[in-house]
């Protein structure tokens, strides 16, 4: 693979759009594509915020910043982000809208461009083939919020190239990020830790173990952790922690990747986390209240 000096982004949600500020601050030409215009909207302003905020902490400067909203476009049209040279995909966790995604996407860019998928459990492999260029597909794993954390997992894919894998790795580096290479395993590295971690939290809580308040306190003071683990569930979403289990259920069949009952009801209430306003904690209250 050559070197990336484009990137395309699919999928404008919290991931996508993180993914494409850091890229444009990075000094890449950057396209967002979604197919919902209210999407690119909250993207934009998410990002204008949140540069804003690295200026007013004196992080960022206004030139840099003002360069990197020039680098960046949104659109709902396939075929920009297909003639970029490194394509991100950070849609929804579903599979069959991935690959639907990348038939399509393969046939409108140049051989040269790479996909990269910001999947957090599902194999590389699957959507290796479903591209038709295994060896220009690799994963590329960032975390949440994606301006802040420094961590991106770079997956290789059993037809990942050599070429795709240091290129893959040069472009995390030049983001201001530190790669670590993971095998595609469902949930790499990170995600195979965190994920039973977070699910015990909750049966912690079924078994009454605790409240979530001392659960939480328990693990960011005795632990040092930076977010309790419901505080921490919440900011992930509480409907993407339980589609990633399950996604690892049924890789390793192994029940601490199972969601628990308790988690499943409150996302058949709506109850999301952060996003929905209500999760382990209401965030209608301030200070968030804990759920009792
Ligand atoms: N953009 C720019 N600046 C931001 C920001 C953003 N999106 N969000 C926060 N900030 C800034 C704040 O302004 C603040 O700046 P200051 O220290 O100069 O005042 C600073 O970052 C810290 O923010 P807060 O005071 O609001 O909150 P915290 O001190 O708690 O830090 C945090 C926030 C960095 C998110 C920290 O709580 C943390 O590291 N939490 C853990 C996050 C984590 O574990 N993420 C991984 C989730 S798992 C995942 O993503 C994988 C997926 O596959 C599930």
Same mark, same amino acid.
């Given at each position: 693979?050559?070197?990336?000096?484009?990137?395309?982004?699919?999928?404008?949600?919290?991931?996508?759009?993180?993914?494409?500020?850091?890229?444009?601050?990075?000094?890449?030409?950057?396209?967002?594509?979604?197919?919902?215009?209210?999407?690119?909207?909250?993207?934009?302003?998410?990002?204008?915020?949140?540069?804003?905020?690295?200026?007013?902490?004196?992080? #960022?400067?206004? %030139?840099? /910043?003002?360069?990197?909203?020039?680098?960046? *476009?949104? &659109? =709902?049209?396939?075929?920009?982000?297909?003639?970029?040279?490194?394509?991100?995909?950070?849609?929804?966790?579903?599979?069959?809208?991935?690959?639907?995604?990348?038939?399509?996407?393969?046939?409108?860019?140049?051989?040269?461009?790479?996909?990269?998928?910001?999947?957090?459990?599902?194999?590389?492999?699957?959507?290796?083939?479903?591209?038709?260029?295994?060896?220009?597909?690799?994963?590329?794993?960032?975390?949440?919020?994606?301006?802040?954390?420094?961590?991106?997992?770079?997956?290789?894919?059993?037809?990942?190239?050599?070429?795709?894998?240091?290129?893959?790795?040069?472009?995390?580096?030049?983001?201001?990020?530190?790669?670590?290479?993971?095998?595609?395993?469902?949930?790499?590295?990170?995600?195979?830790?965190?994920?039973?971690? #977070?699910?015990? %939290?909750? /049966?912690?809580?079924?078994?009454?173990?605790? *409240?979530? &308040? =001392?659960?939480?306190?328990?693990?960011?003071?005795?632990?040092?952790?930076?977010?309790?683990?419901?505080?921490?569930?919440?900011?992930?979403?509480?409907?993407?922690?339980?589609?990633?289990?399950?996604?690892?259920?049924?890789?390793?069949?192994?029940?601490?990747?199972?969601?628990?009952?308790?988690?499943?009801?409150?996302?058949?209430?709506?109850?999301?986390?952060?996003?929905?306003?209500?999760?382990?904690?209401?965030?209608?209250?301030?200070?968030?209240?804990?759920?009792?």
């Amino acid at each position: 693979m050559s070197q990336v000096d484009s990137v395309g982004v699919l999928g404008a949600g919290l991931m996508g759009a993180g993914i494409a500020q850091v890229a444009a601050v990075a000094g890449y030409r950057t396209v967002c594509r979604d197919v919902s215009q209210d999407a690119l909207a909250k993207a934009q302003a998410s990002i204008a915020k949140s540069l804003a905020r690295f200026v007013e902490k004196g992080n #960022l400067n206004a %030139a840099d /910043r003002d360069a990197a909203l020039r680098h960046l *476009t949104f &659109t =709902d049209d396939l075929d920009a982000v297909a003639h970029t040279s490194l394509v991100i995909e950070a849609v929804t966790e579903d599979l069959a809208v991935k690959n639907t995604l990348f038939t399509d996407l393969n046939v409108r860019s140049p051989h040269r461009t790479v996909f990269a998928s910001n999947t957090s459990s599902l194999t590389i492999g699957a959507m290796a083939v479903a591209s038709n260029r295994p060896d220009r597909f690799v994963g590329l794993h960032f975390f949440n919020p994606v301006p802040l954390m420094p961590l991106v997992e770079v997956v290789r894919g059993v037809t990942t190239s050599e070429s795709t894998m240091s290129a893959a790795m040069e472009f995390v580096q030049r983001l201001g990020k530190v790669p670590i290479e993971a095998r595609d395993t469902s949930g790499f590295i990170v995600n195979l830790l965190l994920v039973p971690y #977070l699910l015990d %939290a909750v /049966r912690a809580l079924e078994r009454g173990a605790g *409240t979530v &308040t =001392d659960i939480d306190r328990g693990m960011k003071l005795g632990c040092g952790y930076p977010m309790g683990p419901f505080t921490l569930l919440d900011f992930v979403g509480l409907d993407t922690t339980m589609r990633i289990g399950e996604i690892m259920f049924e890789e390793y069949r192994e029940t601490r990747y199972a969601p628990p009952p308790l988690l499943k009801r409150m996302v058949l209430a709506g109850w999301l986390g952060r996003k929905s306003g209500r999760g382990f904690y209401d965030y209608s209250q301030d200070p968030p209240r804990a759920m009792g």
